[in-house]
């Protein structure tokens, strides 16, 4: 179960997903924003006229969302695609849809404190964090 995954170049291919899902979902959430602006009336000197928390949880369900639909009818999402990797679920088999929403839930959590959630993926042999190690996953390459 703790077997390192067979990635080539070990994190680079999870890492250059990583960067373009990141790069998806910033851009996302920055057009969704702009829009609430837009429909509010708000300008962006006024931000802090808006309820805060309400759109960070939104933006935080989007993203899941996004995680989890593609991890669950794929095991890619659209980073993973371009850089030639999947999740699977124990022995290669398909993510199953609560352990995609585990999976995206703590992934996106361990991201927030400015990715320090992720530095087990570093130091760990198999190359899992908390994500893959709570929803039996790994990151292999695709094939």
Request: proline content about 6%; glycine content about 12%; some cysteine.
């Amino acid at each position: 179960d703790d077997a390192p995954t067979a990635q080539g170049d070990g994190l680079g291919p999870r890492f250059r997903a990583g960067l373009i899902d990141a790069t998806l979902l910033i851009a996302i959430d920055l057009i969704v924003v702009w829009l609430t602006f837009r429909v509010a009336g708000v300008t962006s000197e006024e931000w802090r006229l808006l309820p805060l928390v309400p759109l960070g949880g939104f933006l935080f369900l989007l993203d899941t969302a996004y995680l989890v639909t593609f991890t669950a009818a794929s095991g890619q999402t659209i980073g993973k695609m371009l850089s030639g990797v999947r999740v699977v679920y124990g022995d290669h088999g398909r993510v199953p849809f609560g352990h995609a929403v585990l999976r995206s839930v703590i992934v996106l959590l361990c991201v927030l404190p400015a990715g320090l959630g992720l530095v087990p993926l570093f130091l760990d042999a198999s190359r899992r964090g908390a994500h893959d190690r709570l929803a039996g996953t790994r990151v292999v390459p695709a094939s």
